[in-house]
């Protein structure tokens, strides 16, 4: 009995030596991010058929920050968070969708395929990829920012803007990030300076004309912030040119709302190239330069890199058809091309 237990595990030690068993899971297409680019590939893919691995760090993507979203077709008002919600909700609920919050590491690519390696050290693969991995907020890079983020210096004003009751702050920038921040910033705190280095706006009108006037928020224009300066926590900025006869302005807190910068790394190390925006660089398909791997969202520049909702769920739908297209002209997955070439 016990010669024929250990004859067994000689001969399964054998065999596993021989034939090695992966335990790695291989999916049709794996989604990295998990915002509404994400969200909306993985419901396409799912409907496709395709197993798909849906992973991302923050669940809602940077779409959560947005307190009111006025475009989103078919709702007049929500929020960027019950939104990321609803499309969070819908895509999981098909069997086809694996989903994780996760860190992926990296991605690389193995003969036809691709393998994903989680923080964990655990890694998947993928037939095709699709980089849905938004964008990260743009910093000032002036003295004092770093030193004083998390006291008083902030990258969200629709999230932080609680903090800031009764006090003056400084919003910076003059898209619509900066613009809806200030307010909703001015609808808690006592003061509120946008400040913008051009004369005119960038945001959409519907939200300069939110804060035009308000009596708690004043622009100021064709400045420059050049130094955050403080304490224990945020006291003061400088300016580049005088305002009120200074260039020193008290401010309780800063909030940076000056844009964002596409996260491409996991993408560039892939091997994908960029655009002149620094944005993947992407065809019709939304196919970037590496075969097999697609972007959709902030992170790829193919819709005239105007970042809203809709563009975003735009190409999800895109590269859940180009995933699809892509693997049945190569015979991978049953059926043929549908739509979109
Ligand atoms: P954005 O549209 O790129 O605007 C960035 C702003 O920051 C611009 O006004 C720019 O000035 C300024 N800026 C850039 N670098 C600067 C620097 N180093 N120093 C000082 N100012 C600087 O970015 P965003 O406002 O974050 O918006 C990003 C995308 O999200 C847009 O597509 C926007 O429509 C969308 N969004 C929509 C909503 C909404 O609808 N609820 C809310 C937020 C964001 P210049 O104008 O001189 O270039």
């Given at each position: 009995m016990v010669y024929a237990v250990w004859r067994e595990n000689e001969m399964l030690a054998a065999y596993c030596i021989l034939f090695p068993v992966y335990s790695v899971?291989?999916?049709?297409?794996?989604?990295?991010?998990?915002?509404?680019?994400?969200?909306?590939?993985?419901?396409y893919a799912a409907r496709?058929?395709?197993?798909?691995?849906?992973v991302g760090e923050l669940e809602g993507g940077t779409g959560i920050a947005a307190v009111e979203v006025g475009n989103w077709p078919g709702d007049i008002e929500i929020t960027g968070t019950e939104l990321m919600e609803r499309m969070r909700k819908h895509a999981v609920s098909f069997d086809a969708v694996t989903h994780k919050v996760a860190r992926i590491e990296k991605v690389e690519k193995e003969g036809e395929t691709f393998l994903l390696t989680f923080q964990n050290g655990e890694t998947a693969q993928?037939?095709?990829?699709?980089f849905a991995t938004g964008s990260k907020h743009r910093h000032l890079g002036v003295p004092g920012e770093e030193e004083y983020a998390g006291k008083g210096v902030s990258y969200c004003a629709t999230c932080d803007a609680f903090f800031y009751r009764g006090k003056t702050v400084a919003v910076i920038g003059g898209g619509d990030s900066a613009v809806e921040g200030a307010a909703i910033v001015a609808q808690v705190a006592k003061k509120v300076y946008l400040i913008h280095r051009r004369d005119a706006f960038r945001a959409e009108p519907y939200w300069v004309d939110r804060v035009k006037g308000r009596p708690?928020?004043?622009?100021?224009?064709?400045?420059?912030?050049?130094?955050?300066?403080?304490?224990?926590?945020?006291?003061?900025?400088?300016?580049?040119?005088?305002?009120?006869?200074?260039?020193?302005?008290s401010v309780?807190?800063?909030?940076?709302?000056?844009?964002?910068?596409?996260?491409?790394?996991?993408?560039?190390?892939?091997?994908?190239?960029?655009?002149?925006?620094?944005?993947?660089?992407?065809?019709?398909?939304?196919?970037?330069?590496?075969?097999?791997?697609?972007?959709?969202?902030?992170?790829s520049g193919g819709s005239n890199h105007f970042a809203q909702f809709a563009t975003a769920a735009g190409e999800g739908a895109i590269v859940g058809n180009s995933a699809f297209n892509y693997l049945s002209n190569r015979g991978e997955v049953a059926g043929g091309s549908m739509g979109g070439g």
């Open positions: 899971r291989m999916y049709d297409v794996a989604i990295i991010g998990l915002g509404c680019a994400g969200y909306t590939a993985a419901i496709y058929k395709l197993t798909t691995l849906l993928a037939r095709t990829v699709i708690n928020v004043e622009f100021v224009l064709s400045t420059n912030v050049t130094k955050i300066t403080g304490e224990q926590t945020v006291k003061a900025i400088e300016l580049n040119t005088p305002f009120n006869g200074s260039k020193e302005l309780d807190g800063v909030f940076v709302e000056i844009g964002a910068i596409p996260e491409t790394k996991l993408a560039a190390d892939l091997g994908c190239v960029l655009d002149d925006r620094g944005h993947l660089k992407v065809d019709s398909a939304l196919q970037t330069t590496v075969p097999g791997v697609f972007a959709a969202g902030d992170v």
